[in-house]
């Protein structure tokens, strides 16, 4: 039986509200699946509008076995490609970031316009179609200052994402906005050991002793059910709603994005270990409510976040390997705030610094425990961790039709 057979089996076996059999956490043929049926075929987010700020500003960002680069052409749209050279497929951008009028390959100088058109392929033959030699495409969209990309030849439609994202993100203007620090931490367990984690706060009174200062431990904040029952979180919202901002819990029918609004702790305004902002400037001009708490996004596979009056947090998960993930965080900030006047980098990092750490041995704890030969699936806790029982059952909805389809018998052509 191949890994797709056994996959699908074990899909189909799995018992609700328990976690998953070993494989899926550890098999490199198993998170080679995960790869082709998830991450090639979704959108997925990869960075922010205000990186991009200007004609010829770009980034790079490895996807499994994809090089991809984005930039902003000189007529102000955001482009994606493969980031593979034409001629020979050498990696045409290899900087993290970067400012150029051109994308010029090093190895043989063939040199590509902002729209990803070839310009100039030196000493190439008689008749040598410059129009067929373009940089292949990825299908990109932008929406509320967030830049997703799709692998897929035919993407899923991005617009029921666009349409919940929209009211809640826009008044935050995070498109005009500029990152004050990013990092990346390299987590030894499996990207969705990364999830299962984010997606509870049981673990949190235990191990996130400054987060733990301004953010709610409520299940109905990190889960799925609950939160309209909640007579602080509905007044919540109606505050917010009032000084015009989305606030109310949505989530995607099939379960892949939500966003709400959440109030912090007693009187807490941002993720600082005093509760009082980080940044005396706004996020936004447009937002001048006091105390609206955190506006948090998921969307599987790639991104959760967390969005206050004075900055923002996004984090990107990118799989490295069975036993690997990439997770970046940025802290976004005014556009016209300033370090040392406006905020102190270390104060608004800190708390987020600390609990990235503190999640990384989590994972890498957990991680661990589950390579033993002794391990089975376990129970989680119904009260506290809804959200990974509901992004485990995300998980294995999208996974099971997908192996399904590609694991049908192929009838020969006479």
């Known amino acids: 039986m191949d890994a797709r057979d056994t996959m699908?089996?074990?899909?189909?076996?799995?018992?609700?509200?328990?976690?998953?059999?070993?494989?899926?956490?550890?098999?490199?043929?198993?998170?080679?699946?995960?790869?082709?049926?998830?991450?090639y075929r979704d959108w997925l987010f990869v960075g922010h509008d205000c990186e991009l700020a200007k004609p010829g500003q770009y980034f790079t960002v490895q996807v499994g076995a994809y090089p991809v680069v984005l930039v902003r052409d000189q007529g102000g749209r955001i482009r994606a490609f493969h980031n593979a050279c034409r001629h020979r497929g050498s990696r045409v951008c290899s900087a993290q970031k970067g400012t150029s009028a051109r994308l010029v390959c090093p190895y043989h100088q063939w040199t590509y316009d902002l729209d990803g058109s070839l310009l100039f392929a030196r000493q190439m033959a008689d008749g040598f179609d410059k129009t067929q030699y373009g940089l292949k495409p990825v299908a990109c969209e932008s929406v509320g200052g967030y830049i997703f990309i799709c692998l897929a030849d035919q993407p899923a439609d991005f617009a029921p994402f666009r349409a919940l994202m929209e009211p809640y993100f826009l008044p935050h203007r995070l498109a005009d906005a500029k990152i004050a620090f990013e990092s990346t931490i390299i987590e030894k367990g499996n990207w969705k050991l990364v999830w299962e984690n984010n997606r509870e706060c049981y673990h949190c009174v235990a191990n996130h002793p400054e987060l733990c200062k301004t953010f709610p431990e409520a299940p109905n904040v990190t889960g799925v059910a609950g939160a309209d029952s909640d007579p602080e979180m509905v007044a919540h919202w109606a505050k917010c709603e009032a000084a015009g901002l989305e606030?109310?819990?949505?989530?995607?029918?099939?379960?892949?994005?939500?966003?709400?609004?959440?109030p912090l702790l007693r009187d807490a305004v941002s993720y600082t270990m005093t509760g009082r902002r980080a940044v005396k400037r706004g996020l936004s001009d447009q937002v001048t409510a006091d105390r609206i708490g955190a506006l948090m996004l998921y969307h599987y596979p790639t991104t959760w976040n967390h969005v206050l009056i004075d900055h923002a947090v996004?984090?990107?998960?990118?799989?490295?390997?069975?036993?690997?993930?990439?997770?970046t965080t940025k802290w976004l900030v005014h556009k016209d705030a300033v370090e040392g006047v406006d905020y102190d980098l270390a104060e608004l990092t800190h708390v987020w610094t600390e609990t990235n750490d503190q999640d990384r041995r989590i994972?890498?704890?957990?991680?661990?425990?589950?390579?033993?030969p002794s391990y089975e699936p376990g129970p989680y806790s119904e009260m506290h961790e809804g959200g990974v029982i509901q992004f485990v059952d995300w998980y294995t909805r999208f996974m099971e039709p997908r192996l399904a389809e590609g694991s049908k018998p192929?009838?020969?052509?006479?």
């Open 8 to 39: 699908l089996r074990l899909l189909r076996s799995h018992r609700d509200g328990f976690s998953l059999e070993q494989p899926f956490y550890t098999d490199p043929d198993f998170f080679r699946l995960d790869m082709e049926m998830i991450w």
């Open 247 to 262: 606030a109310k819990f949505r989530i995607d029918p099939a379960g892949q994005f939500r966003a709400t609004r959440a």
């Open 314 to 327: 996004t984090f990107r998960v990118l799989p490295i390997s069975a036993t690997e993930t990439a997770v």
């Open 363 to 372: 994972v890498e704890e957990n991680a661990f425990g589950i390579q033993s």
């Open 410 to 414: 192929r009838l020969r052509v006479a």
